[in-house]
């Protein structure tokens, strides 16, 4: 038996012994799909068949908090990721298995992607979601049984972590989620719990992941945001909360968009939009809307893009005032920053993807004036898109003062995405020789470098 294997390792850093991966894998894939010692074989060198080596990898990492790439798994089998322009090349140093183990600092050199969460996998777990109905885990037996009163320190812990995101973000933050995260993990494998109190868990787990996969795209770190946010989909089906998983999946279509895979994210954010085709308009409903409008936009399809946006609108015309949308959005506590600022904001920034910066302009302006002081990060965001507009449009002085408004926030975030929109709109002011194009190029520059020390 090896045990110096990365396999053994992550067993020993769970305590568990080969026949306990065998039954954790046949809970998941349905009883009998592996016998209890197919695991000892594993850790003398074979590969197991078909789509077990992702199975493996998939519980390893949703215990463990962490990536389980194949190829350190089975690395004569799957060989690692390709570098972009190269042929392949020796996989990074991977962190090593263990509760103790934090996503790397923002200077270093981030895991690369799992193969398990390529596209073809990121659509095929989406289309498994929508194709499939889950039934709810039943309860476990064994350990100690868990006390209600934690499953409400984690629900507020959660309200904490979205409203500190919300205002500030950051790694510290990060790590502090991931903490809580791999605690609830922990109560799910180690206690005892009904099945009522069991579904209750695996939501919370599901909203945790979410949280840490947004913060971790958020920071630039892609690979585990795709991690941590198929995990928390895996959670959100074991709960049967539809909602909360196309959110989820509405997550992973945003941040290829992000990314420039336009293809990905519109097939991703359609299968999201189809599992929840049946729900009531809500604020969860309009934001799959609006993102499948950024999803076109990245395409430069202008069709698609305005008829999701009218899909947004009918939406939000729909829920109106009245009493029971508040209600609503009880129900997705996950959807809780969907407001009017964020969708008409939204819908501005869609439209400037597809080549419309006077719509675009006039739609950004109006969605920073109905926030509220609120939400510093999205504002940021709102701002230099509103400045790339004016640009577009020729308006120096209009450019300059939105971009003067997101730098005065940019001290309030410490997101990675809003320092690449500032480092981009000063690429586009440093085209033109306006004295408010180069006050704002400087200061940019003196924003940014404090952010780097």
Known sequence: MNNTSVLAACL?????????????????????TISAKAPYNWLNGSCPRRDLPRVVSEILAERLGEPVP???????????????????????????????WTLPPAQRTPAPPLVATGEQDLITAAVDWLLNTDTPPPGQRRGEEIDPAALGLISERINQFRLLD??????????WAVQDLRWAVMLVDTCSYDQDTGIRLHRLVAELGQIVGWMAGDLGDE???????????????????????????????????WHGRGEEALRLIRIARKGTAGQAPSPGQALLASRQARAHASLKDLAGCE?????????????????GAAGLRGQEPWAYWVTPAVLVGDAGRARLDVGRPGQAALDLARGLELFDGSQPRNRLLHQTSLAEARLLLGEIDGAAEAA?????????????RGRARLTGLRRQLQRHDAADARRIVQRTDDVLGRARR
């Not at 769970?14 to 809970?27: G, H, T, V």
């Not at 798994?73 to 090349?89: H, N």
């Not at 919300?166 to 790590?175: A, E, I, K, N, S």
């Open 12 to 32: 020993r850093r769970l305590s568990w012994s080969p026949d306990r991966l065998a039954r954790e894998i046949n809970r998941v894939c349905g009883a009998g």
């Open 70 to 100: 194949l190829h350190s798994l089975w690395p004569d089998k799957f060989p690692p990721p390709a570098t972009a322009g190269q042929g392949r090349t020796p996989a990074a140093p991977q962190p090593p298995c263990g509760l103790g």
């Open 166 to 175: 919300d205002d500030r973000g950051g790694r510290l933050l990060l790590d």
């Open 223 to 257: 690979a585990h945001a795709r991690c941590y946010l198929l995990h928390a989909l895996r959670s959100a089906r074991l709960a049967g909360d539809r909602g909360l998983a196309a959110h989820i999946i509405s997550c992973l279509s945003y941040q290829a968009t």
């Open 307 to 323: 008829r999701a946006l009218e899909e947004t609108a009918a939406i939000r015309e729909a829920m109106g005032d009245a009493p």
């Open 404 to 416: 003067g408004a997101a730098l005065d926030l940019a001290g309030q975030s410490a997101s990675a």
